[in-house]
């Protein structure tokens, strides 16, 4: 199984390659997807990742692990019923309200500019509301897929993290 990587805002692939190394290091088939925020829509985005997606569950069966926003990008590419779904999902940090400092730091200019439309919907309540359709069948089918979930607290031993992780 091909688990993808998914990094949030303001942050690149580099951002998730220890995580890599680590399931690499046990076995498992890894690939990053990346994007850079203020050079594309978020809906441009979810069309890449759900391309990239399609591709993937065509030639085998596939797990996601996605950061911040990579988990609401992954949220909306899998809302499209056409997508085989992911074996299993692990979201780290993902936000479903809008951060509260959100709209403090879209007032600042070098944040807009940085983070483009991903970062103006993080400030955006009817975002959470209702852009990220995730309907019953989704949830459904997700929890015959087994979704994954990190617990609230994950305990690591100097850093490092726990010596099984299941996908």
């Known amino acids: 199984m091909k688990i993808l990587l998914i990094h949030g805002l303001s942050r ?3 951002s998730l390659s ?3 190394s680590y399931l690499q290091e046990r076995g498992a088939t890894t690939e990053q997807f990346g994007y850079l ?3 594309e829509s978020f809906d441009s985005i979810v ?3 759900f391309v990239h997606c399609q591709a993937i569950a065509s030639s085998e069966p596939y797990g996601n692990v996605a950061h911040s926003l990579g988990g609401l ?3 909306a590419a899998l809302a499209n019923n056409s997508i085989k779904l992911p074996e299993h999902i692990v979201m780290l ?6 951060p509260r400092l959100a709209p403090l730091a879209w007032k600042l200019l070098p944040f807009r ?5 991903c970062g103006f919907n993080l400030t955006n309540p009817a975002f959470f509301k209702g852009s990220i359709p995730f309907s019953s069948q989704h949830h459904s089918k997700l929890r015959q897929a087994r979704v994954s979930a990190i617990p609230k607290r994950l305990s690591c031993k100097n850093g490092m993290l726990p010596s099984k992780i299941y996908f």
């Open 37 to 39: 925020a203020f050079a």
């Open 113 to 117: 500019w940085w983070t483009g439309h």
């Open 12 to 14: 690149t692939t580099l």
């Open 93 to 98: 940090g993902n936000p479903n309200q809008p």
């Open 47 to 49: 069309d890449r990742l």
């Open 73 to 75: 990008l992954i949220r």
């Open 18 to 20: 220890s995580l890599e």
